[in-house]
């Protein structure tokens, strides 16, 4: 069992810039994927980005892709997603979420991760 927990989610202006962590505890292991995935109200949880084990082996959304960067001190325990240039479509409900895999290329999909935290909301707004 892997327990997951966000924070840094706030209110901020379009064009800031926000960031999000993840601790993971319990049975971490260093063959994982780490996954930041997003939901706005009424729509579906999408992918935002995500790290492998690999060093370096990250893959982000278009949408986010060149303004979201995901960090990792890789000690299997804690993740970041330090978000620039913020737009009012990037208002969501933000998660993280953990997996086992010995795959270098993260996975993007909600059915491939078995562990979730609960989230926190990331409003942007003038």
């Known amino acids: 069992q892997v327990h997951l927990v966000e924070s840094g989610g706030g209110l901020v202006q379009p064009g800031d810039s926000l960031r999000l962590s993840c601790a993971a505890s319990?049975?971490?292991?260093?063959?994982?994927?780490m996954g930041w995935f997003r939901q706005a109200p009424g729509k579906e949880r999408e992918f935002v980005g995500g790290?492998?084990?690999?060093?370096?082996?990250?893959h982000y959304a278009d949408a986010v892709k060149g303004r979201f960067i995901i960090s990792s001190d890789h000690t299997m325990n804690s993740m970041d997603l330090r978000m620039n240039i913020l737009k009012p479509e990037d208002t969501a409900t933000y998660f993280c979420?953990?997996?086992?895999?010995?795959?270098?290329?993260?996975?993007?999909?909600?059915?491939?991760?078995?562990?979730w935290g609960k989230g926190t909301l990331v409003t942007v707004s003038s």
């Open positions: 979420a953990y997996r086992y895999s010995l795959q270098t290329i993260v996975a993007t999909t909600t059915s491939q991760y078995p562990y």
């Open positions: 319990g049975r971490t292991t260093r063959d994982y994927h």
């Open positions: 790290i492998s084990w690999s060093p370096g082996s990250t």
